[in-house]
Nanobody, 130 residues
Framework: VQLQASGGGLVQPGGSLRLSCAASGFTLDYYTIGWFRQAPGKEREWLSCISRSGSNTYYLESIKGRFTISRDTFRNTVYLQMDSMKREDTAVYYC????????????????????????WGKGTQVTVSS
């Protein structure tokens, strides 16, 4: 089981980036996927998650309307589209998976807790600067 996060880089304030989280060794149908970030000197924080069906998405209030999580079942990949980026978005971004989940696990929820994640990808650096 592996998660590979990619797509980070340098972007100007107001710009956009799309992060990818490619899953290998498992199918997304039995996992929820979350995006987290860790800025220098700060704790890792939850940003967004997508339910295992992809039907439900959740966001940290401060990024709502600017970031969009989505998934491509065929490519077994989850994306985080980041628009209207701000300097305070500068951080290392991580994707993580919770699962495998039982068939009875509600599709209307996905965890925001780091402790619930079973697999982590290596982070990708995002820097917002002019």
């Amino acid at each position: 089981v592996q998660l590979q996060a990619s797509g980070g880089g340098l972007v100007q304030p107001g710009g956009s980036l799309r992060l990818s989280c490619a899953a290998s060794g498992f199918t997304l149908d039995y996992y929820t996927i979350g995006w987290f970030r860790q800025a220098p000197g700060k704790e890792r924080e939850w940003l967004s998650c997508i339910s295992r069906s992809g039907s439900n998405t959740y966001y940290l209030e401060s990024i709502k309307g600017r970031f969009t999580i989505s998934r491509d079942t065929f490519r077994n990949t989850v994306y985080l589209q980041m628009d209207s980026m701000k300097r305070e978005d500068t951080a290392v971004y991580y994707c993580a998976a919770e699962g495998p989940l039982p068939i009875t696990y509600s599709d209307s929820v996905c965890s925001q807790s780091l402790d619930d994640m079973n697999y982590w990808g290596k982070g990708t650096q995002v820097t917002v600067s002019s």
